[in-house]
């Protein structure tokens, strides 16, 4: 909002007006809003949540410091949100049709966890049914998938190579007008761009629709994981937020690149006019995460429950896939796909070893991962590889989870240039 008054303001030649045209100011404005918003509403949140009894149900799993987080108010989350909103709703062009899409996936699976939450504190402790979420999850997923398609606004400009007789690079130009294109970026090889439409080329005439439709599903399955893989990762005090702070500064670094032709042109990767904007979002991303580590960093004094793992996962999900980043996923959100890698081994191995020899047994000594080295003892199949294991401090945890994920963050960016 606050991006049409100077704007109407810079039309009147009011001195500094014209700052707010500039995506790096707005951004800037953003992340100290959010922090504030956050520290400032944080403590009146938790005082709130105090007072109705909101806290954190803890069974004993015989994990180091694990009682004394019961009574602890969740539903943390909902300073994560107010803090990304206003913000975004302050600073950004609202008429942009990403900003949208990221305002409906903040506040769509920010409804979903919330009512997640209330469900398990009120009713019932395993909270909303798996298939209700997933249904949630879906619906999301169509919503994105098909306002890309569907938009007029959202195009790209693909990277066109000028090459010399000798065939070294020359220069990258992109075509005039942007067009609709289910390309995206992969790593690690020469030409970093794959089109879905390549698995559809056998359908001829429909290979474009087909394609579309592809693109459709991957959005629904990398939304759905995402989102599902944040909610694992928040089990330690600060681990899902501080990870996701990281993520989001990374995704911002690839947001601008993507918007700003000269280092679009540099990267040799493809333009999305547009996508600069989306800078804003994840400067407001990144205040509000690290305004609420002020009062999640361990110990604890909120945990942001369902009503934050599952909406920051979705936002991470929805802005790659914005900006045709995706398949760099895998990379980037290494510890959530680790995480969830490790809760799906275990199910299988142990149902796999139970029904063939009676017994259930189990890869780790307990998952998510993360609780696998905070737990005592030296159970599962990897004590066969290594020593026992002595529990490690939470902070000491979720610190090194922190680092892994930084070496991650950097290796996503590297594969810009790595071909």
């Known amino acids: ?28 404005m953003a992340i100290i809003l959010s922090l504030m918003i956050s520290t400032i509403i944080g403590r009146r949140i938790i005082d709130k949540l105090q007072k109705m009894q909101i806290g954190e149900t803890i069974r004993d799993l015989g994990l180091e410091g694990q009682m004394s987080k019961r009574g602890t108010p969740t539903m943390g989350g909902l300073i994560i949100i107010i803090s990304i909103l206003v913000p975004v709703l302050l600073c950004c062009k609202l008429h942009n049709v990403y900003i949208i899409l990221m305002v ?50 959202v195009m790209i400009k693909e990277n066109i190579e000028v090459r010399n007789a000798d065939g070294t690079l020359e220069r990258v130009t992109y075509v005039a007008e942007g067009v609709k294109s289910t390309q995206t970026t992969i790593p690690f090889v020469k030409n970093n ?4 439409e390549s698995f559809t080329s056998f359908l001829g005439d429909y290979a474009e629709p087909a394609a579309w439709i592809l693109f459709v599903v991957i959005t629904i399955f990398i939304v759905t994981a ?29 947001a601008y690149v993507s918007g700003h032709i000269q280092f679009a042109a540099y990267l040799n990767i493809m333009f999305i006019p547009g996508s600069e904007e989306l800078v804003i979002f994840a400067a407001a991303f990144i205040g509000a995460l690290i305004g609420f580590l002020w009062y999640n960093a361990y ?3 909120v945990f942001m429950g369902d009503t934050g793992s599952l909406t920051i996962g979705g936002i991470i999900a929805v802005f790659a896939i914005i900006i045709h980043k995706e398949l760099l996923l895998p990379i980037l959100c290494g510890i959530f796909f680790i995480e969830s890698l490790s ?3 275990q199910v299988f191995y142990f149902k796999y070893t139970k029904k063939r020899y009676g017994e259930g047994k189990r890869i780790f000594k307990m998952t998510p991962l993360h609780h696998h080295f905070q737990k005592a003892g030296n159970a599962g199949i990897a004590a066969k590889f290594q020593r026992p294991i002595i529990p490690l401090p939470e902070s000491k945890i979720v610190t090194r989870f922190w680092i892994i994920g930084a070496i991650l963050a950097v290796i996503t960016l590297a594969t810009l240039k790595i071909r």
Do not use: C, H
């Not at 909002?1 to 800037?28: C, H, I, K, T």
């Not at 398990?120 to 949630?136: N, Q, T, W």
């Open 193 to 196: 761009n794959l089109n879905y």
């Open 104 to 153: 409906v996936t903040t506040i769509w699976l920010g409804m979903l966890g919330f009512l997640d939450d209330y469900i398990k504190l009120k009713r019932d402790k395993e909270g909303l049914r798996g298939k209700f979420k997933i249904v949630a999850q879906i619906g999301l997923g169509l919503i994105v998938g098909l306002t890309l398609y569907l938009s007029p606004d």
């Open 226 to 254: 995402v989102s599902n893989g944040s909610n694992l990762t928040d089990g330690l005090d600060g681990l899902a937020a501080g990870s996701s702070a990281i993520i989001g500064a990374t995704l911002g670094v690839l």
């Open 1 to 28: 909002m606050l991006y049409y008054l100077f704007d109407w303001l810079n039309e009147l030649n009011f001195p500094g007006a014209g700052l707010f045209q500039y995506v790096s100011f707005r951004a800037a």
């Open 299 to 301: 110990p604890a004094q």
């Open 343 to 345: 809760v799906m081994m």
